[in-house]
C-alpha cells in the first residue's frame, strides 16, 4: 500500500515509485526485469491501467500510472510487487522485505509536473551512469516513444498528443541529463526528495 491514502479516480495519472531496503537491489539479472515487465503488462492489462513511462534501475523503479477504468491504479503495484517479491525471495532463497517500505505514490496534478515526469523517468538511466545514451537502457519505454522498439508498455496515442515530435522530445530529456533546462521548483522539489 502507500504510505498515505491517495484518491485514486479514472483517468487520474499517478506517479509510482520505490526503491530496494537499504538501496539494496531489487534486480539482479536480466530474468528480473524481464518478469517484473511481464506481470506489469499482464495486470495492466486486467485492470485497466495505463503505462504511460516506466523506468526499471537496480535498485528502484518509477512508473507512470493513467488510471482508465474503475480499478484504481495502486492496484497494479501491489499485485505486480507482491508476485515479484515472493518469486525472488524464492529465486534467491532469501526472506525478508525487498523494498525499503510500500510503494509510494504521487498524483499527477498539473500538466506541466505530467510532461517534466515524463523526462525525468526516462532520463534515469543516464543520470544514474547505467548507460551513455538514453535508448541504450532496456527497461524503459523511451526506445519505444522515439520509435526505436516495438513494445506495449507505452501508450502511442498520449505520446502523440502531447509529444508530436520525437526528436524535439529526445532533445528535451538529453536537456535534461546534461543540466540544461529547469525543472518547476515544486517538481526540482519533489525529485530531490525522491534522490534523497
Given at each position: 500500500m502507500s504510505r498515505y491514502r491517495v484518491a485514486f479516480h479514472q483517468d487520474g495519472y499517478y506517479h509510482i515509485y520505490n526503491r530496494g531496503a537499504s538501496h539494496g537491489r531489487i534486480f539482479l539479472e536480466d530474468e528480473n526485469y524481464l518478469f517484473l515487465l511481464r506481470q506489469v503488462k499482464q495486470y495492466a492489462q486486467a485492470l485497466g491501467i495505463a503505462t504511460i513511462a516506466y523506468c526499471l534501475l537496480p535498485n528502484h523503479y518509477h512508473f507512470l500510472l493513467r488510471q482508465d477504468g474503475n480499478h484504481a491504479a495502486g492496484l497494479l503495484p501491489q499485485r505486480v510487487f507482491n508476485s515479484y517479491s515472493k518469486a525472488f525471495n524464492r529465486r534467491y532463497e532469501r526472506t525478508g522485505t525487498l523494498f525499503e517500505g510500500p510503494y509510494r505514490t504521487i498524483p499527477v496534478t498539473s500538466e506541466g509536473y505530467l510532461l517534466h515526469l515524463c523526462r525525468y523517468i526516462h532520463?534515469?538511466?543516464?543520470?544514474?551512469?547505467?548507460?551513455?545514451?538514453?535508448?541504450?537502457?532496456?527497461?524503459?519505454?523511451?526506445?519505444?516513444?522515439?520509435?526505436?522498439?516495438?513494445?506495449?508498455?507505452?501508450?502511442?496515442?498520449?505520446v502523440q498528443a502531447h509529444f508530436p515530435d520525437r526528436a524535439s522530445y529526445g532533445r528535451w530529456v538529453w536537456e535534461y541529463v546534461c543540466g540544461e533546462s529547469e525543472l518547476p521548483e515544486d517538481l526540482a522539489r519533489y525529485l530531490e526528495i525522491l534522490d534523497g
Amino acid at each position: 500500500m502507500s504510505r498515505y491514502r491517495v484518491a485514486f479516480h479514472q483517468d487520474g495519472y499517478y506517479h509510482i515509485y520505490n526503491r530496494g531496503a537499504s538501496h539494496g537491489r531489487i534486480f539482479l539479472e536480466d530474468e528480473n526485469y524481464l518478469f517484473l515487465l511481464r506481470q506489469v503488462k499482464q495486470y495492466a492489462q486486467a485492470l485497466g491501467i495505463a503505462t504511460i513511462a516506466y523506468c526499471l534501475l537496480p535498485n528502484h523503479y518509477h512508473f507512470l500510472l493513467r488510471q482508465d477504468g474503475n480499478h484504481a491504479a495502486g492496484l497494479l503495484p501491489q499485485r505486480v510487487f507482491n508476485s515479484y517479491s515472493k518469486a525472488f525471495n524464492r529465486r534467491y532463497e532469501r526472506t525478508g522485505t525487498l523494498f525499503e517500505g510500500p510503494y509510494r505514490t504521487i498524483p499527477v496534478t498539473s500538466e506541466g509536473y505530467l510532461l517534466h515526469l515524463c523526462r525525468y523517468i526516462h532520463a534515469n538511466p543516464v543520470r544514474h551512469g547505467l548507460v551513455q545514451r538514453l535508448e541504450e537502457w532496456p527497461y524503459s519505454n523511451y526506445p519505444e516513444w522515439m520509435g526505436l522498439r516495438d513494445g506495449v508498455l507505452w501508450d502511442q496515442a498520449f505520446v502523440q498528443a502531447h509529444f508530436p515530435d520525437r526528436a524535439s522530445y529526445g532533445r528535451w530529456v538529453w536537456e535534461y541529463v546534461c543540466g540544461e533546462s529547469e525543472l518547476p521548483e515544486d517538481l526540482a522539489r519533489y525529485l530531490e526528495i525522491l534522490d534523497g
